[in-house]
Each structure stands twice: as C-alpha cells, then as structure tokens.
C-alpha cells in the first residue's frame, strides 16, 4: 500500500511539476524541447520587443532570455530583456503566437515572425506569405475574428481543433 502511495504522489508532484510548460504548448505557439530556461521557446527566437518598438526582425539569443507564461523569449539586449520584464503583455504576440488569420477560422495554426505585423502596438504573426496577404486584405475584420475565437480556443490543443 506504502508503495502505491508513494508512486501515486510522485505521479501527481511530476505532473504538477510540468503543467505549466504543457498548458503554455496548448495557449502559446512554441518550438519542441525546451530552453535553457526549462521553457519552450516562443515567437521562433525573434526578440519581440525590437520587432514591436524598432520594427526589425532580430533573433535574439539565450543570453537574454526571460519566461512569461510557462514561455521563453529571447531578446538582442539586456535592455529588450529589461523591457519585456517590466511590462510583457505589451510584447507577446496576439493569440498566442498563432497564426492570426488562422484563430480567426477557429485553427491554431504556426505564427512564422516573417510573415507579420504590428497593429496599434500589437504583434501579430502568419502561417506564410499567402495567407499574410489574405490578412492584407481584412485587417480589422480579421483580427476582430481572431479576438472573439481566440476566446473560445485558447485553452484548447492545436491537434483538437
């Protein structure tokens, strides 16, 4: 009985151990394995706050690296790493770093920082070329979509969708 305890409370302390990082696979867009961090890594490497403030796409590197929701970013600076840590919420990406276009039809689909753009300070990312020239051509009407949907899916894995 001792043993079937035992087990049972080394199961729920592992599982408890790791939920974060696996509830951040199903709310946030992140590459497989994990950082140095323990994290897995968000927006593919790109540091988000020099996309958003300077518009430029810069990989950022482990050096910099700071955890926000069970998620890794890194940044170029100590200054963007700074940034990010005081006030993150004004530098992760819309709808977790999903392909916007695809949460406004109800799919969570990869968010490539190549293909995307900052609305009104925000950051959003696409699956590829063709679809971020979909986007081009509803901006408001498809990240209006993406909001309402994005209420309904987060919590939700990719694959079930």
């Known amino acids: 009985m001792t043993h079937k305890i035992t087990f049972a409370a080394i199961a729920l302390a592992s599982f408890v151990a790791t939920a974060p990082g696996a509830f951040a696979a199903e709310e946030n867009n992140v590459s497989a394995g994990l ?33 926000h929701d069970g998620v890794a970013y890194y940044f170029d600076t100590q200054a963007n790493m700074d940034a990010f840590a005081a006030k993150p919420a004004a530098y992760v990406p819309e709808n977790g770093g999903f392909c916007t276009f695809g ?17 009104d300070g925000k950051l959003y990312v696409f699956l590829n070329e063709d679809i971020f020239r979909m986007f081009q051509k509803d901006r408001a009407g498809t990240i209006a979509k993406a909001a309402e949907n994005w209420k309904r899916i987060e919590h939700t894995a990719a694959a079930e969708l």
């Open 35 to 67: 950082t140095a961090a323990g994290a897995a890594l968000g927006l593919h490497g790109v540091d988000p706050v020099a996309f958003i403030e300077l518009g430029n796409r810069i990989e950022g590197t482990a050096r910099y690296t700071a955890v």
């Open 103 to 119: 949460v406004s039809v109800g799919k969570k689909f990869d968010g490539d920082p190549q293909y995307a753009e900052v609305m």
